[in-house]
């Protein structure tokens, strides 16, 4: 098991939300922390822009890199989405066994709670 982190940025929040909790529902992410208040200077079809953006923050497994970047590709809104990784040479051994569980998709899915949506809960409300 080789635990990576993937980035993306996008342009707006629902976006954000979207592909972070599709990530986690399709099991390819153990978690994604979106990052608000980026701001991108980047050079694009010869002309240098600037956008405020939001960051993306995957948590998986090396295995899972291409079904998180096809997953990125098929919501994201831009022409071209940052898709990066990065190996993580060491962790916590409990988080990355979290990592690992999280990601198994012959684990059944538990919904303790019947409100939310796909059993996602919003721990700051």
Known sequence: MSAIVVITT??????????????????????????????????????????????????TLDEEFESVASTIRELHSYELPEILSFGIRQGDDRFLAWIKGSLDKTAEFVDDDEDTLLGIVDRDT
């Open 10 to 59: 996008v342009g707006d929040e629902e976006e954000a939300n979207l592909i972070a909790r599709e990530l986690v529902a399709r099991r390819h992410a153990a978690c994604v922390n979106i990052v608000r208040g980026v701001r991108s200077v980047y050079r694009w079809k010869g002309k240098i822009c600037q956008d405020s953006e939001y960051l993306l923050v995957v948590k």
